[in-house]
Protein backbone atom coordinates (compact mmCIF):
# COMPACT_ATOMS: atom_id res chain seq x y z
CA UNK A 1 0.00 0.00 0.00
CA UNK A 2 1.29 3.66 -1.24
CA UNK A 3 2.01 5.86 2.05
CA UNK A 4 0.42 8.39 0.06
CA UNK A 5 -3.14 7.40 -1.61
CA UNK A 6 -5.18 10.07 -3.78
CA UNK A 7 -8.71 9.69 -5.21
CA UNK A 8 -9.95 9.55 -7.35
CA UNK A 9 -7.31 9.02 -9.98
CA UNK A 10 -9.11 10.60 -12.68
CA UNK A 11 -12.19 13.04 -12.55
CA UNK A 12 -13.91 14.91 -15.50
CA UNK A 13 -16.66 17.28 -14.74
CA UNK A 14 -18.70 19.95 -16.33
CA UNK A 15 -17.29 24.04 -16.03
CA UNK A 16 -18.93 25.50 -12.44
CA UNK A 17 -19.09 21.90 -10.19
CA UNK A 18 -17.81 21.68 -7.35
CA UNK A 19 -14.40 19.38 -7.11
CA UNK A 20 -13.11 17.59 -4.29
CA UNK A 21 -10.09 15.66 -4.50
CA UNK A 22 -9.14 13.42 -1.41
CA UNK A 23 -5.50 12.76 -0.10
CA UNK A 24 -4.91 10.03 2.80
CA UNK A 25 -1.95 9.03 4.15
CA UNK A 26 -0.61 6.81 6.43
CA UNK A 27 2.88 8.15 8.47
CA UNK A 28 3.35 10.91 10.73
CA UNK A 29 4.27 14.24 8.72
CA UNK A 30 5.48 17.63 8.80
CA UNK A 31 4.09 19.28 6.31
CA UNK A 32 1.24 18.24 3.38
CA UNK A 33 1.70 20.25 0.17
CA UNK A 34 -0.69 20.38 -3.23
CA UNK A 35 0.87 20.28 -6.47
CA UNK A 36 -0.48 21.35 -9.85
CA UNK A 37 0.69 19.85 -13.66
CA UNK A 38 -1.16 21.48 -16.39
CA UNK A 39 -0.29 19.02 -19.70
CA UNK A 40 2.77 19.18 -20.70
CA UNK A 41 3.83 21.59 -18.36
CA UNK A 42 6.02 22.23 -14.68
CA UNK A 43 4.51 21.59 -11.30
CA UNK A 44 3.61 24.23 -9.52
CA UNK A 45 3.38 24.50 -5.64
CA UNK A 46 -0.21 25.45 -4.61
CA UNK A 47 -0.27 25.05 -1.02
CA UNK A 48 1.74 23.94 1.87
CA UNK A 49 -0.55 22.55 5.16
CA UNK A 50 0.45 21.60 8.48
CA UNK A 51 -2.93 22.87 9.98
CA UNK A 52 -6.51 23.93 9.58
CA UNK A 53 -7.46 25.03 5.94
CA UNK A 54 -6.19 27.31 3.20
CA UNK A 55 -7.83 29.27 0.50
CA UNK A 56 -6.39 30.86 -2.78
CA UNK A 57 -9.26 32.04 -5.04
CA UNK A 58 -11.36 29.20 -5.93
CA UNK A 59 -8.92 26.71 -4.57
CA UNK A 60 -9.29 25.73 -0.74
CA UNK A 61 -7.11 23.35 0.69
CA UNK A 62 -7.99 21.31 4.22
CA UNK A 63 -6.15 19.08 6.08
CA UNK A 64 -7.39 16.97 9.57
CA UNK A 65 -3.77 15.51 10.91
CA UNK A 66 -5.99 13.58 13.31
CA UNK A 67 -7.67 11.51 9.91
CA UNK A 68 -4.23 11.87 7.96
CA UNK A 69 -6.31 13.20 5.44
CA UNK A 70 -6.41 16.06 3.23
CA UNK A 71 -8.70 17.29 0.69
CA UNK A 72 -8.55 20.17 -2.25
CA UNK A 73 -11.69 22.03 -3.33
CA UNK A 74 -11.98 23.69 -6.83
CA UNK A 75 -15.28 26.51 -6.85
CA UNK A 76 -16.63 27.26 -9.74
CA UNK A 77 -14.76 24.82 -11.79
CA UNK A 78 -13.11 26.09 -15.04
CA UNK A 79 -11.74 24.32 -18.33
CA UNK A 80 -8.30 26.09 -17.25
CA UNK A 81 -8.38 23.87 -14.04
CA UNK A 82 -7.93 21.10 -16.29
CA UNK A 83 -4.34 19.56 -14.63
CA UNK A 84 -3.30 16.76 -12.44
CA UNK A 85 -3.37 17.38 -9.04
CA UNK A 86 -0.60 15.89 -6.40
CA UNK A 87 -0.48 15.51 -3.10
CA UNK A 88 2.99 15.07 -1.41
CA UNK A 89 3.86 14.98 2.12
CA UNK A 90 6.94 16.05 3.95
CA UNK A 91 8.35 13.42 6.28
CA UNK A 92 11.28 15.05 8.11
CA UNK A 93 13.81 17.13 6.75
CA UNK A 94 14.62 15.39 3.08
CA UNK A 95 11.66 13.27 2.43
CA UNK A 96 8.75 14.19 0.56
CA UNK A 97 6.51 11.29 -0.63
CA UNK A 98 4.20 12.28 -3.39
CA UNK A 99 0.93 10.69 -4.02
CA UNK A 100 0.16 9.07 -7.86
CA UNK A 101 -1.47 11.98 -9.02
CA UNK A 102 -5.37 12.71 -9.53
CA UNK A 103 -5.96 14.29 -13.86
CA UNK A 104 -9.15 16.49 -13.24
CA UNK A 105 -10.76 17.47 -17.02
CA UNK A 106 -13.65 20.38 -16.79
CA UNK A 107 -15.50 20.09 -20.01
CA UNK A 108 -17.10 23.62 -21.18
CA UNK B 1 14.27 36.24 -9.67
CA UNK B 2 13.90 33.48 -11.67
CA UNK B 3 13.09 30.71 -9.02
CA UNK B 4 14.63 27.23 -10.11
CA UNK B 5 15.67 26.89 -13.51
CA UNK B 6 16.61 23.37 -15.34
CA UNK B 7 18.01 23.01 -18.59
CA UNK B 8 17.57 20.91 -21.46
CA UNK B 9 14.08 20.98 -21.77
CA UNK B 10 14.20 18.09 -24.39
CA UNK B 11 16.84 15.79 -25.43
CA UNK B 12 17.18 12.54 -27.14
CA UNK B 13 20.16 10.02 -26.43
CA UNK B 14 21.63 7.05 -28.44
CA UNK B 15 21.97 4.02 -25.74
CA UNK B 16 25.29 4.35 -23.85
CA UNK B 17 25.63 8.14 -24.30
CA UNK B 18 26.14 10.38 -21.59
CA UNK B 19 24.94 13.55 -20.46
CA UNK B 20 24.16 16.51 -17.72
CA UNK B 21 21.21 18.02 -16.83
CA UNK B 22 21.72 21.18 -15.33
CA UNK B 23 19.79 22.54 -12.58
CA UNK B 24 19.82 25.95 -10.61
CA UNK B 25 17.86 27.85 -7.83
CA UNK B 26 18.25 31.55 -6.87
CA UNK B 27 16.24 31.81 -3.70
CA UNK B 28 19.62 30.50 -1.25
CA UNK B 29 17.70 27.14 -0.86
CA UNK B 30 19.57 24.34 1.05
CA UNK B 31 17.62 21.33 -0.30
CA UNK B 32 17.55 20.53 -3.80
CA UNK B 33 16.10 17.23 -5.62
CA UNK B 34 16.62 15.30 -8.96
CA UNK B 35 12.98 13.32 -9.31
CA UNK B 36 11.71 11.26 -12.62
CA UNK B 37 8.27 11.26 -13.46
CA UNK B 38 6.95 8.13 -15.27
CA UNK B 39 3.36 7.26 -16.22
CA UNK B 40 1.64 5.62 -13.71
CA UNK B 41 4.75 5.91 -11.17
CA UNK B 42 4.56 9.28 -9.71
CA UNK B 43 7.07 11.17 -8.98
CA UNK B 44 10.66 9.20 -7.62
CA UNK B 45 13.33 10.49 -5.81
CA UNK B 46 16.61 9.78 -7.87
CA UNK B 47 18.78 11.92 -5.45
CA UNK B 48 18.58 14.52 -2.98
CA UNK B 49 21.54 17.23 -1.16
CA UNK B 50 20.77 18.43 1.66
CA UNK B 51 23.31 21.40 1.32
CA UNK B 52 26.02 22.06 -0.50
CA UNK B 53 28.95 19.40 -0.80
CA UNK B 54 26.52 16.87 0.61
CA UNK B 55 24.42 14.82 -1.78
CA UNK B 56 22.40 11.46 -0.95
CA UNK B 57 20.71 8.65 -3.07
CA UNK B 58 16.84 8.90 -3.53
CA UNK B 59 14.39 5.90 -4.61
CA UNK B 60 16.00 4.98 -7.87
CA UNK B 61 19.35 6.07 -7.82
CA UNK B 62 21.07 3.88 -10.14
CA UNK B 63 23.04 4.94 -13.80
CA UNK B 64 22.65 8.21 -12.30
CA UNK B 65 25.22 10.73 -10.57
CA UNK B 66 24.80 14.18 -8.75
CA UNK B 67 27.00 16.95 -8.22
CA UNK B 68 26.11 19.81 -5.87
CA UNK B 69 29.41 22.15 -6.30
CA UNK B 70 27.82 25.35 -4.71
CA UNK B 71 24.52 26.52 -3.20
CA UNK B 72 22.88 27.38 -6.43
CA UNK B 73 23.71 24.59 -8.43
CA UNK B 74 22.48 20.89 -8.47
CA UNK B 75 23.10 18.70 -11.65
CA UNK B 76 22.11 15.37 -12.53
CA UNK B 77 24.51 13.40 -14.92
CA UNK B 78 23.46 10.37 -16.73
CA UNK B 79 27.21 8.37 -17.59
CA UNK B 80 25.99 5.84 -19.69
CA UNK B 81 22.06 6.62 -20.84
CA UNK B 82 19.78 3.84 -21.34
CA UNK B 83 16.28 2.83 -22.63
CA UNK B 84 14.81 2.62 -19.14
CA UNK B 85 15.95 6.17 -18.49
CA UNK B 86 13.60 7.33 -20.42
CA UNK B 87 11.66 9.78 -18.33
CA UNK B 88 10.54 13.73 -17.50
CA UNK B 89 13.11 14.83 -15.18
CA UNK B 90 12.38 17.74 -12.80
CA UNK B 91 14.77 19.54 -10.55
CA UNK B 92 12.78 21.24 -7.28
CA UNK B 93 14.39 22.96 -3.78
CA UNK B 94 13.19 23.25 -0.49
CA UNK B 95 12.75 26.08 1.91
CA UNK B 96 12.16 24.34 5.22
CA UNK B 97 12.51 27.06 7.90
CA UNK B 98 9.27 28.89 8.41
CA UNK B 99 6.60 28.37 5.79
CA UNK B 100 7.97 25.27 3.63
CA UNK B 101 7.11 25.55 0.11
CA UNK B 102 8.58 23.54 -2.68
CA UNK B 103 9.51 24.74 -6.48
CA UNK B 104 9.97 23.00 -9.14
CA UNK B 105 11.92 23.17 -12.86
CA UNK B 106 10.54 23.09 -15.83
CA UNK B 107 11.40 19.47 -16.89
CA UNK B 108 13.63 17.88 -19.01
CA UNK B 109 11.78 15.30 -21.03
CA UNK B 110 14.36 12.98 -21.74
CA UNK B 111 14.66 10.10 -24.65
CA UNK B 112 17.06 7.59 -24.81
CA UNK B 113 16.89 5.20 -28.18
Known amino acids: KNEVEQSPQNLTAQEGEFITINCSYS?????LHWLQQHPGGGIVSLFM???GKKKHGRLIATINIQEKHSSLHITASHPRDSAVYIC??????????FGQGTRLTINP | NAGVTQTPKFQVLKTGQSMTLQCAQD?????MYWYRQDPGMGLRLIYY???????DKGEVPNGYNVSRLNKREFSLRLESAAPSQTSVYFC????????????FGSGTQLSVL
Open chain 1, 27 to 31: VGISA
Open chain 2, 92 to 103: ASRVLQGNEKLF
Open chain 2, 49 to 55: SASEGTT
Open chain 1, 88 to 97: AVSRGAQKLV
Open chain 2, 27 to 31: MNHNS
Open chain 1, 49 to 51: LSS
